[in-house]
Structure formats: structure tokens, C-alpha cells
Nanobody
């Protein structure tokens, strides 16, 4: 079993920065891939960034050059550094992970979401 706990959301002005964190809790975890999704109010949840166990990164076109995803394997934590924030970035950000616990099968886990509001 694994649980994803997110933090780092908040209210920022346009052009500002935030760093989101998502820590996977549990024993014997192997994280194969982790992703960040964004859901604007009334809109569908969309992938914004992902990183694999091999370090390959992917980004939505809308955040390329502004957002950076990274991992700290020792802490079982994934980060999303968000720079040059725009009002359109406002919404709930969800952490998703493809994770094994011990020898259990690979499974999908979702965080509870953290609110990001970009407003002047």
C-alpha cells in the first residue's frame, strides 16, 4: 500500500513561482513513474508533467519552459517547480504515481490534490 501526500500549493501573483511536493509513504516502495495533473475549475484533468524511473521527462506544451518535474529517490518524493505562473495555471494539481510496494503488483495512486491560485 502507498499513499501520496501533496504540499506546496497556495496563492501567488502572476509571474510568481511555487514548488509542489508529493511524497509517497509506505515501506519498500519502488516508484516507476510519477506525474502531475492540473484540473481547472469546471475542466477536465490534464497531464502537465511526468517523469519515469529512468529520468525521462514529458511536459504539456502549455508549461514547457516554465515548469520542471524532478524526483528525489531517497525521499520517494516528486516535485513540480512552477515558474512564470499565469492565471490559467489556477486549479487543483494532483500527483499520480505508478508504484510497487515490495513484490506487490504495480499500481496507480493519486494524491488528494493541492490548490494553486494565480491572481493579482
Amino acid at each position: 500500500q502507498a499513499q501520496l501526500v501533496e504540499s506546496g500549493g497556495g496563492l501567488v501573483q502572476p509571474g510568481g513561482s511555487l514548488r509542489l511536493s508529493c511524497a509517497a509513504s509506505g515501506r519498500g516502495l519502488s516508484i516507476y513513474a510519477m506525474d502531475w495533473y492540473h484540473q481547472a475549475p469546471g475542466k477536465q484533468r490534464e497531464l502537465v508533467a511526468g517523469i519515469t524511473s529512468g529520468g525521462s521527462e514529458t511536459y504539456a506544451d502549455s508549461v514547457k519552459g516554465r515548469f520542471t518535474i524532478s524526483r528525489d529517490n531517497a525521499k520517494n518524493t516528486v516535485y513540480l517547480q512552477m515558474n512564470s505562473l499565469k492565471p490559467g495555471d489556477t486549479g487543483v494539481y494532483y500527483c499520480h504515481g505508478r508504484i510497487r510496494r515490495g513484490l506487490s503488483p504495480l499500481a496507480d495512486y493519486w494524491g488528494q490534490g493541492t490548490q494553486v491560485t494565480v491572481s493579482s
